[in-house]
């Protein structure tokens, strides 16, 4: 083997924490290379947040543990390593101004994923790193305090191995789950993938004449009989194959994850800041004023009158009742309706549509202070390869940049 294909580093997978790693090691006097397999890297990057790329939240380092529940706690050092704030100054001096939307999320000012891409290309090519394209992994062999990495081109040597190759959601994008494979086969206990951050199907057919219909503000809940499974507040949009929008995107890894999602309920709280009583009042009230007024124009000052149609229809009535004519009985049934609209669930729409994935390495088997492999010496694990999944809004990308940013100074330290 020739002395030029010996690296000190080689990062695996060119997409957030792969492009980090790779700087971070390379900055530290490593001579890294970093592989990838489709002919661009960062392709995600490109697709994230409706191409605009939401690259992380405006919080502190406790409100991203906070956000992932109990496996944040694996995020610490990590989030030490490479801080919320850290990760804005980072692109901000590379050229891309960042602004807080009122949600929390964090995008570039242009609105373009691409600045982003390119603001780690630039930093990347100023470290050093060499940048392989489309060479995708073929096998990596361990032996005696060495890797040997090879691709369809060639084969080279390591002394460390960062391994950043994504999960499985847009598999479009190169995300197919090879990760999984090389460290199974590194003796890794891998989390069965399901796909988080996706659109959920539902299976009432008034759903699809509903689409393109947005409600800002909705309460959402994952029913498994009386059981709670999940529940999220916020945007919900209406698509001919069911729901969207964040707030059942947040829900949707429950769906995934369990064995019989046909089973499952999903239930909407259409005004979530209007309770019950204020809301029978109200129609009481309406019922005396404007009882000429169809039901569902008097519903409309609250909701879309396309959607006041339907729920008329689901509480039993016709679409064209008159207020007046409204009793008591169908008045808390129409109440019901609006605070507790059931849908039955019908799955998701898969990894197609998943904008990260649950499961992969096991986070019991990754130290987390230096994201080292605590079976494999030398071998390093970052990103969404791991079995780490937050909720919308820019988590998941902090999680990979600065999982990724400590891989890859640990990995130089080693």
Not at 130 to 157: D, Q, W
Not at 315 to 336: F, P, Q, Y
Not at 374 to 394: H, N, Q, R, T, Y
Request: charged share 20%; aromatic share 6%; hydrophobic share 45%.
């Amino acid at each position: 083997m020739l002395p030029s294909d010996r690296w000190d580093i080689a990062v695996i997978g060119a997409g957030a924490a792969g492009l980090m790693a790779a700087i971070a090691a390379a900055e530290e006097g490593q001579r890294t290379l970093l592989l990838e397999k489709n002919k661009k890297p960062g392709v995600k990057i490109l697709m994230s947040g409706g191409t605009r790329c939401n690259l992380t939240h405006a919080t502190d380092n406790r409100g991203i543990v906070a956000a992932y529940g109990p496996p944040g706690q694996f995020l610490h050092s990590a989030l030490a390593a490479l801080s919320v704030e850290q990760t804005i100054d980072f692109f901000e001096l590379e050229g891309v101004a960042t602004k807080v939307e009122d949600t929390g999320k964090v995008f570039p000012v242009s609105n373009k994923a691409v600045d982003v891409l390119e603001a780690l290309l630039r930093r990347l090519h100023r470290s050093g790193a060499t940048l392989a394209l489309g060479e995708p992994l073929l096998s990596l062999e361990h032996e005696a305090n060495e890797f040997a990495i090879t691709s369809p081109l060639r084969t080279v040597a390591a002394s460390r191995v960062i391994l950043t190759t994504g999960g499985r959601s847009y598999p479009g994008s190169g995300t197919t789950g090879d990760g999984y494979h090389v460290a199974a086969r590194f003796g890794h206990t891998i989390v069965p993938p399901r796909p988080a951050l996706v659109p959920i199907k539902v299976a009432a057919s008034w759903v699809a004449d509903m689409r393109g219909i947005t409600l800002p503000d909705v309460t959402v809940r994952i029913l498994d009989g009386q059981a709670v499974l999940a529940k999220r507040r916020g945007s919900l949009l209406f698509a001919h194959f069911g729901l969207s929008g964040p707030v059942v995107l947040d829900v949707s890894r429950v769906v995934s994850g369990h064995p019989q999602p046909e089973t499952l309920r999903l239930e909407v709280d259409l005004l979530p800041s209007t309770a019950e009583e204020e809301l029978d009042q109200f129609l009481t009230r309406e019922t005396i004023a404007s009882g000429k007024k169809q039901l569902a124009v008097v519903l409309s000052t609250f909701l879309p009158r396309r959607l006041c149609d339907v729920l008329l229809t689901q509480s039993g009535m016709s679409v064209d009742r008159k207020a007046a004519a409204l009793s008591r009985a169908e008045r808390t049934k129409l109440v019901h309706t609006v605070k507790h609209l059931e849908l039955p669930v019908a799955g998701t729409l898969g990894f197609g549509k998943a904008e990260v994935t649950a499961g992969g390495v096991a986070l019991d088997e990754i130290d987390s202070h230096n994201m080292r492999s605590k079976l494999v010496p030398g071998l390093f694990i970052a990103g969404e390869v791991l079995d780490l999944d937050g909720p919308i809004g820019g988590y998941n990308f902090q999680a990979a940049f600065s999982t990724g940013w400590l891989a890859g100074k640990s990995a130089a330290d080693n």
